[in-house]
């Protein structure tokens, strides 16, 4: 405002000069109006606020890491008379990162007419992205006065880590392993006896605890109830947030090891659980991931999490979420985004 204040100044001095140089009535007029310009621009720049209207509705609500992602902010000019001429700034910032990204849009909105400034950038991290309508300035058709607008309109784009099947080994004692659930496998058979797999006929090699006596009973011969097996959750994926030294690069590595993790997981069959703690609500969240659908439901809800400070209620809360309930393999994943299994970096993950 000091550099575009001095530029009128030096305008009035050039008209003064040519006023005393020249004896002009036209001079004289155009230094009159020159004086009141002040007056004028405040007049308009006033009505000019109250026509100006923004909004944020083309930003889109995902986005893909590394690939140029297109949002636009939306102005409107509802006035019949007035054009505005205005200059805005735009930010874009990941939500686990200290640096914003800034753009600036300019142009002029003729009366009743809209104005859709679409705006380009590159996501080098995944996470949560704020994208910001910081401030929009108004100035008059001189350009040499302007009204500031604060408007702190803001929308988060989510976007989407990259992700590919990691080299996992399910072994043996996992495919076996069977965890409580209240849902079984209709492929094969296991040792829970309180849901039946198949009715077949008796076999040398079956347990007599086994046989349907009411059903060998109508039959008239001897037939064998094979047990079910139950679908639970064999493996757990912890998640662990601790407050810290947060970064950017961390967090989108973290949330691609999850992805790359589940989803190789979910492709081989492996049902498992991801959890992780939630100091807002002093809770551990779990989520049961069993096709590669319910592994981009966990990237999406492990873009809100949140660090916790409290390290003792966190062990509190797992012990008591997972009391009684047993995996084949627990797997962490830090806020590094680093994997280990029983507290050491694996080569080759076995689960």
């Known amino acids: 405002m000091i550099r575009r204040g001095i530029l009128y100044l030096v305008f009035l001095l050039l008209l003064l000069y040519l006023f005393f140089m020249y004896n002009d009535t036209v001079l004289s007029g155009i230094l009159v109006l020159g004086l009141l310009c002040p007056v004028f621009s405040s007049a308009y720049l006033a009505g000019a606020k109250k026509r100006l209207h923004m909004d944020l509705e083309r930003i889109p609500a995902m986005g893909e890491c590394k690939k140029r992602i297109r949002a636009a902010v939306t102005l409107e000019n509802s006035s019949r008379f007035l054009s505005l001429y205005y200059e805005g700034r735009i930010s874009v910032k990941n939500c686990f990162a200290k640096k914003k990204t800034r753009k600036k849009i300019r142009g002029v909105i003729l009366p009743g007419k809209k104005e859709v400034c679409w705006c380009e950038f590159e996501t080098e991290m995944c996470g949560n992205v704020e994208f910001e309508l910081e401030s929009v300035r108004i100035y008059d058709p001189l350009g040499f006065f302007y009204i500031n607008i604060r408007c702190h309109m803001s929308s988060v784009i989510r976007v989407m880590p990259e ?31 309180s849901e039946s797999y198949q009715i077949r006929e008796y076999r040398m090699q079956d347990s007599l605890r086994d046989i349907h006596w009411k059903l060998s009973a109508r039959e008239e011969e001897l037939m ?20 810290g030294k947060q970064s950017a690069e961390g967090f989108s590595r973290l949330l691609s090891t999850a992805a790359s993790l589940s989803v190789t997981l979910a492709e081989q069959k492996c049902i498992h659980m991801a959890a ?54 627990i797997v962490e994943i830090d806020r590094e985004g680093v994997l280990r299994k029983d507290g050491e970096i694996p080569e080759l993950l076995r689960v």
């Open 276 to 329: 992780w703690y939630e100091e807002k609500n002093e809770r551990i969240v779990k989520m049961r991931i069993r096709d590669e659908e319910n592994a981009y439901e966990l990237i999406w809800r492990l873009m809100e999490i949140a660090p916790y400070r409290d390290v003792e209620k966190k062990k509190a809360c797992f012990e008591e979420a997972f009391k009684g309930q047993k995996f084949s393999s």
């Open 224 to 243: 064998v109830r094979e047990r079910g097996f139950p679908l639970g959750c064999v493996v757990l994926i912890w998640i662990d947030l601790p407050e």
């Open 163 to 193: 992700f590919s099947l990691m080299p996992v080994e399910i072994t043996r004692r996992t495919r076996e392993f069977q965890a409580e659930a209240e849902e079984y496998s209709g492929e094969r058979q296991g040792d829970d006896p």
